[in-house]
């Protein structure tokens, strides 16, 4: 690994997987001495089903960050308030596996700690999921906390 850490990445959806990343981001964070991006990323398909509905872009885009803001909101809730850490929060639209991989490919220092979701065996082998995905394609090193 040539790059230094210049931050920490951590996808949130406000699942217990990705607090759980949170926390193990947190010490990963304290280690390199750097901050956490909180990256919430509205699903593409959530986009389009909003789009047929007839509600405007200024509507998708009030729903994206209401759903930014609860995973948020939940990841804040079970870290406290004492992590010693700075955060940062950020937010995309799009394929949640392609946004965090374009993330790594803009910013060379990034390191990201993204939680599993467990999706069933036969599920993971027919449409994969984004922990794989972004494991193999980001440009930066890249931790899976199970």
Do not use: C, W
């Amino acid at each position: 690994m040539s790059e230094q850490i210049t931050e920490i990445l951590v996808p949130v959806d406000g699942s217990e997987n990705s607090t759980r990343a949170a926390l193990f981001g947190i010490d990963m964070a304290k280690a390199f001495g750097v901050g956490i991006r909180l990256f919430y990323v509205f699903p593409a398909a959530s986009v389009e089903i909003i789009g047929m509905a007839g509600m405007s872009r200024s509507d998708i885009d009030q729903a994206a960050q209401a759903a930014a803001q609860k995973a948020f909101d939940l990841t804040h809730e079970a870290l406290g308030s004492e992590t010693g850490v700075e955060f940062e929060t950020e937010t995309s639209m799009g394929d949640p596996a392609e946004e965090v991989i374009r993330y790594t490919e803009d910013n060379a220092g990034t390191m990201v700690v993204i939680g599993r979701r467990g999706l069933s065996r036969m599920k993971s082998l027919m449409i994969g999921s984004v922990s794989d995905k972004v494991l193999r394609h980001a440009k930066t090193p890249v931790v899976v906390i199970t």
